[in-house]
């Protein structure tokens, strides 16, 4: 069993900045990639970055690219993501993911928290 908790959620400016942390318990060493996804109002949840296990592996969305980083301190076993010059667009709860298999998927996490919500006024 592995269980997430997101945190670090706000209201913050255009052009601010934001760190997001999701702390995992349980058997985190059954998680080999972890994740981070959003839901925009109206809109449908996305992916937005992921990272494996060592940290060696990231991957990001197009629209996050060169503001957004992912990391994990598995001694503690948290993940963040940093979300630098953030826009109106967003906007959204923030869902800290994981996933068993070596094998990444970003349809296929096993574990999900509960959400965090970030809204970017212009």
């Known amino acids: 069993q592995v269980q997430l908790v997101e945190s670090g959620g706000g209201l913050v400016q255009s052009g601010g900045s934001l760190r997001l942390s999701c702390a995992a318990s349980?058997?985190?060493?059954?998680?080999?990639?972890m994740g981070w996804f959003r839901q925009a109002p109206g809109k449908e949840r996305e992916f937005v970055a992921s990272?494996?296990?060592?940290?060696?592996?990231?991957t990001y969305a197009d629209s996050v690219k060169g503001r957004f980083t992912i990391s994990r301190d598995n001694a503690k076993n948290t993940v963040y993501l940093q979300m630098n010059n953030l826009k109106p667009e967003d906007t959204a709860v923030y869902y800290c993911?994981?996933?068993?298999?070596?094998?990444?998927?970003?349809?296929?996490?096993?574990?999900w928290g509960k959400g965090t919500l970030v809204t970017v006024s212009s």
């Open positions: 993911a994981g996933r068993r298999s070596s094998t990444w998927n970003p349809n296929g996490m096993d574990y």
């Open positions: 349980g058997r985190t060493f059954s998680t080999s990639f």
């Open positions: 990272i494996n296990w060592s940290g060696s592996f990231t």
